[in-house]
C-alpha cells in the first residue's frame, strides 16, 4: 500500500474516531496512566519500551507486533508530564529534539491526535495502539499497563512523579 493511501486510510480512520461519542469516565482522577487496547496482549511495559516507542523507534510488545504510540497535543498537562518523565525531556527541548532527528535521517515522532479524547479512541479502537490517560478517562475499553512491573495506584510508578 503506498504511503498515500496509508495516509488518507488513517485519516479516515482518525476523522470516524473523533466523531465517536465520548468514553464514560470515572471520577476527576488527574494520575497518568499508560493504556492500551483489549486486544493488545500486553499488560506490563518497561520504561525503555515505553522511551523506544514514544521515540519513534520500533517497540515490539510480541513477536512481529509493534506499537502504535499516540501522544496529546504539545503543552498539555499530560503531554508535558509524559514527555519529562519518559522521554526526559522539557517543552521547550521537544521542538529541537525532533528536529535534529529529521536532520540526522531518524525515525520521526508518534502521531500526535488533537487531543487525549481522541488518543484514548484510537487506542480503544486499535489494536497495539498505546498512550497515557488521566485516571479518570480509564474505561472498560482499554487496559491499565503496569510499567516496570507497578501498577498505577501502587508507590512507585513511574508516572506518579
Known amino acids: ?3 498515500l493511501l496509508r495516509w488518507v486510510a488513517a485519516s479516515t480512520f482518525i476523522a470516524a474516531i473523533a466523531a465517536a461519542p465520548e468514553p464514560s469516565v470515572r471520577a476527576d ?3 497518568l496512566i499508560v493504556v492500551v487496547s483489549h486486544a493488545t496482549p500486553l499488560t506490563d511495559a518497561s520504561t525503555a519500551l515505553l522511551r523506544r516507542a514514544f521515540l519513534g ?3 515490539e510488545y510480541a513477536s512481529g507486533k509493534r506499537l502504535i504510540p499516540v501522544n496529546h497535543p504539545l503543552n498539555t498537562p499530560g503531554r508535558v508530564q509524559f514527555d519529562r518523565i519518559v522521554l526526559g525531556l522539557q517543552p521547550d527541548e521537544i521542538g529541537r529534539f525532533w528536529v535534529d532527528r529529521r536532520i ?6 508518534p502521531r500526535t491526535l488533537p487531543s487525549a479524547e481522541i488518543a484514548l479512541r484510537f487506542v480503544m479502537a486499535m489494536p497495539g495502539g498505546i498512550t497515557y490517560v488521566t485516571a479518570d478517562q480509564l474505561n472498560d ?3 491499565a499497563l503496569t510499567i516496570d512491573g507497578v501498577a498505577s495506584g501502587a ?3 513511574l508516572l506518579a512523579r
Open 1 to 3: 500500500m503506498s504511503h
Open 141 to 143: 475499553k482499554v487496559r
Open 57 to 59: 523507534e520500533v517497540a
Open 155 to 157: 508507590p512507585g510508578y
Open 104 to 109: 540526522r535521517d531518524q525515525s520521526g515522532p
Open 29 to 31: 482522577d488527574q494520575r
